[in-house]
């Protein structure tokens, strides 16, 4: 088990950057694929972005790729979201899991992770 806190979050016009940061309490982090996924108001919760243990397999929605990149620093706990060209759509909040079992063709699947962080707003405004 691990436990997630996301930071980062915040207000952001048209074209502007943010970075999403996720920190995993526990020993074994390095072991867990992680992903990001947001859900919009009014909306079911979507996946994002997600990426394997060792940082060398990422995946990523159609809508944000070339935009959002996933990353992740193993010595540090935490798992990093840098989003650029935001638009209003990418309005959410913005949580990150973790997954014990992390498989590429399952890692848009939110029952694929194990634990999820609090959340995090992202508001992208016109």
């Known amino acids: 088990q691990v436990q997630l806190v996301e930071s980062g979050g915040g207000l952001v016009q048209t074209g502007g950057s943010l970075r999403l940061s996720c920190t995993a309490s526990?020993?074994?982090?390095?072991?867990?694929?992680m992903g990001w996924f947001r859900q919009a108001p009014g909306k079911e919760r979507e996946f994002v972005a997600s990426?394997?243990?060792?940082?060398?397999?990422?995946h990523y929605i159609d809508s944000v790729k070339g935009r959002f990149t996933i990353s992740r620093d193993n010595a540090k706990n935490t798992v990093y979201l840098q989003m650029n060209s935001l638009k209003p759509e990418d309005t959410a909040v913005y949580y990150c899991?973790?997954?014990?079992?992390?498989?590429?063709?399952?890692?848009?699947?939110?029952?694929?992770?194990?634990?999820w962080g609090q959340g995090a707003q992202v508001t992208v405004s016109s």
């Open positions: 990426i394997n243990w060792g940082g060398d397999i990422t």
């Open positions: 526990g020993r074994t982090f390095s072991a867990y694929g």
């Open positions: 899991a973790a997954a014990k079992f992390w498989r590429l063709e399952r890692s848009r699947v939110a029952t694929t992770y194990d634990n």
